[in-house]
Nanobody
């Protein structure tokens, strides 16, 4: 299984970026995005469950980020609006089938993309 993330870059504060993650071979119940800033742990950003289409967000990104899925292309999208300098990090997409109680934990995802850098300037 391969996850190919793309769409990162440099943007000014209050700007937008769109991240994509293409998944080969399989369809997973849960798709998620995590991020990791220098010297920090990998933190949950957003997740989407295939069954029911429920979405989950970290509090600081609610109302600014939207996670969605293109089932035909087996791709998950993270639309990021009104970006802030504190959103600067390497963003990773992840895939798995963990239970709902573990959906915000990196341990719930055995498959990871390579990461894409997002830098927001003030």
């Amino acid at each position: 299984v391969q996850l190919q993330a793309s769409g990162g870059g440099l943007v000014q504060a209050r700007g937008s970026l769109r991240l994509s993650c293409a998944v080969s071979e399989r369809t997973f119940n849960n798709m998620a995005w995590f991020r990791q800033a220098p010297g920090k742990e990998r933190d949950f950003v957003a997740a989407l469950r295939r069954n029911g289409g429920h979405t989950y967000y970290e509090d600081s990104v609610k109302g600014r980020f939207t996670i969605s899925r293109d089932n035909a292309k087996n791709t998950v999208i993270l639309q990021m609006n009104r970006l802030k300098p504190e959103d600067t990090a390497v963003y990773y997409c992840a895939a798995g089938s963990t239970v709902l109680s573990n959906i915000r934990s990196p341990s719930g995802y055995p498959h990871w993309g390579q990461g894409t850098q997002v830098t927001v300037s003030s």
